[in-house]
């Protein structure tokens, strides 16, 4: 599986950006979607994840209430909605895929695919 990050960019405190992810390759059936951030001289941390059906979704505490994550299996896509953002969100942010059966949906290690990371930055 590979996944293609997209959609990061500048934007002031207060505003909107909508990440993408692309996946391609073998299907991913089943696969649980995540995101993950890193910030500069920070570890990456967990952002989202969503389960394969979309019914259930786990959050950071950090940006509960402020971003949403979805996808489109359809479309071998991931999406993460990101609103009120805030200068300390500013991270390079990376979709990651985990194959069943998975452990603990916010550690890294769960997720075996990575995309490359797409800049996200917010003006203060």
């Known amino acids: 599986v590979q996944l293609q990050a997209s959609g990061g960019g500048l934007v002031q405190a207060g505003g909107s950006l909508r990440l993408s992810c692309a996946a391609s390759?073998?299907?991913?059936?089943?696969?649980?979607l995540g995101w993950f951030r890193q910030a500069p001289g920070k570890e990456r941390e967990f952002v989202a994840a969503?389960?394969?059906?979309?019914?259930?979704?786990y959050y950071a505490d950090s940006v509960k209430g402020r971003f949403t994550i979805s996808r489109d299996n359809a479309k071998k896509m991931v999406y993460l909605q990101m609103n009120s953002l805030k200068p300390e969100d500013t991270a390079l942010y990376y979709c990651a895929a985990a194959p069943p059966p998975y452990g603990l949906w916010s550690k890294s290690t769960t997720y075996r695919y990575w995309g490359q990371g797409t800049q996200v930055t917010v003006s203060s």
């Open positions: 390759g073998r299907a991913f059936t089943g696969f649980l």
């Open positions: 969503i389960s394969w059906s979309g019914g259930s979704r």
